[in-house]
Every structure is written in structure tokens, then in C-alpha cells.
């Protein structure tokens, strides 16, 4: 699948090296791919602009900070964001590390502004080294997925799976007014990272006991 993704952080970098390995044609999207192809971090991938990104995905990824991101989209021809997929992982700070989006989401504001486009909400709620290496962890832990189009969740799952998320732990939560829980738990994701000093954990969905 050819994979457009807007940003060149650490996010965009962990995703861009997971589905290459997983054998697709994945381009980064950058404001300034001139500047930033001379990075040391950023050798060995594709850098275009985040307008020819979007031109070259038939999935879109947003992996921008969540308080640029919808300025961040508009780089891209809205032709180009049109019926697609977009997988957005950002989560939204104020400089005083405040929740951007408190009453809201970042997927809520992409999938308002951009109507036609199919935004699923996943990947939030884990590092970019859990993303892309789920098995670093000592248990399976859960995913989750927010969206209101079923199709495109399901291009999500199989997504998810090329990077170890197998479908036992991928956790549809409903339409894009869940992607509210998967953004807002940072505040609870910085708390544990801060309690055990790692950001590389996951956590996982206990069900209840079944009644024998
Ligand atoms: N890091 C994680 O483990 C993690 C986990 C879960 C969710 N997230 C979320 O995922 C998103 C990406 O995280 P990240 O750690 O990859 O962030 P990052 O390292 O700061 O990278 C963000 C990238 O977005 C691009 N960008 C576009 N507009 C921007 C703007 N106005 N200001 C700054 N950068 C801009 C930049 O690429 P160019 O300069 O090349 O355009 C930059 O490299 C964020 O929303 C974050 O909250 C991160």
C-alpha cells in the first residue's frame, strides 16, 4: 500500500521503518524536505512535501504536533484528502503541557474540517518504540481505534497488524467522538511514565471473568 505520512518526528520516522519492513511504498511529508533531508535521523527515507506526501498516500498518516495539525493538512490538494484513510495519531499540548483539545479531540476537529476524509484515531495512547514494537512489552497489551467509517477501520487493523498489533488486541471503541478518551489518557500516560520511569509500557483491557 502506498503510505503518506505528514511529519518527520519520531513518530513519522518509527512508522515509516515498520510498514517499509512490512513491504510498503512509504513517503514522509515535510514542510521544509530540503532542510530536513540533511538530518542525520532522517537518512535513508523518503522526505517529499507534505503536498506530495498527500499526492503519494492512499493512506494518510498525521504525525504532527496536534496543535498544528490541521494547518499541517492543508498543505495537501483536498482532491488528495478526499475519500482516503487518514490515520491520525497526534495528540494536542498547550506550551504549559495542557490538554490543546479538553472538551474535544484532534480527530474531531481533522474529521470536521475535513469531512470527506476518513479519519481513524489509533496509536495515541502508546510510545513510538510500543507502536512499531509491540512485543517489547512483557504481555499483549490492548490498541484502540476511533472512526466512524467501518471500512476504513478495517484498512486500520490490517495496518495495525503489520506492525505486531494482533487483532486480540485492538480494541474498536466506536465513532470518532471516542478518539476523545484515546487522546486525553496522555494525562495519565505521562503520570505512569513518570511512576515507572519508562515511557515503553502498554496497557491492556481486563475483561470480566466469564460466569462458569
Ligand atoms: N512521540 C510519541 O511517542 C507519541 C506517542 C503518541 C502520540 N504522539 C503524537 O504524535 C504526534 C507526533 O509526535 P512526534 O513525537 O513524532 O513529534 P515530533 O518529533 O515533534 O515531530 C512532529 C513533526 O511534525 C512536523 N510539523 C508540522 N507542523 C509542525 C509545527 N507547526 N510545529 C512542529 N512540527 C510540525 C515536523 O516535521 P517537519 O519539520 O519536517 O515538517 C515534525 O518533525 C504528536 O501529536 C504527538 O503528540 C506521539
Known amino acids: 500500500m502506498r503510505i503518506g505520512l505528514v511529519g518527520t518526528g519520531n513518530v513519522a520516522r518509527a512508522l515509516a521503518t515498520g510498514w517499509s519492513s512490512a513491504g510498503h511504498d512509504v513517503v514522509l511529508g515535510s514542510r521544509s ?34 496543535t498544528a495539525s490541521v494547518d499541517a493538512l492543508k498543505e495537501i490538494d483536498p482532491a488528495d484528502l478526499d475519500g482516503k484513510l487518514l490515520v491520525d495519531i497526534g495528540v494536542g499540548f ?53 472512526g466512524d467509517d467501518a471500512a476504513a477501520k478495517e484498512t486500520t487493523k490490517g495496518l495495525l497488524a503489520d506492525l505486531g498489533w494482533p487483532d486480540a488486541s485492538q480494541l474498536d471503541l466506536g465513532g ?31 475483561p470480566p471473568r466469564t460466569a462458569s
Request: proline share 5%; hydrophobic share 40%; glycine share 14%.
Open 176 to 206: 470518532i467522538g471516542t478518539a476523545r478518551g484515546q487522546e486525553h489518557f496522555a494525562l495519565l500516560f505521562m503520570g505512569v511514565a513518570e511512576a515507572i520511569g519508562s515511557y515503553g509500557f502498554g496497557i491492556r483491557v481486563v
Open 33 to 66: 524536505p530540503k532542510e530536513r533531508a540533511e538530518a542525520d535521523e532522517l537518512k535513508g527515507f523518503t522526505l517529499v512535501g507534505v503536498g506530495e506526501a498527500g499526492a503519494h498516500g492512499e493512506v494518510l498518516v498525521n504525525a504532527t504536533p496536534g
Open 94 to 146: 498547550t506550551e504549559g503541557m495542557e490538554l490543546s483539545h479538553p472538551n474535544y479531540s484532534l480527530g474531531e476537529e481533522i474529521q470536521a474540517a475535513y469531512p470527506e476524509t476518513r479519519v481513524v484515531k489509533t496509536l495515541a495512547t502508546v510510545d513510538s518504540v510500543v507502536m512499531t514494537d509491540p512485543g517489547s512489552l512483557e504481555g499483549p497489551a490492548t490498541i484502540f481505534l476511533s
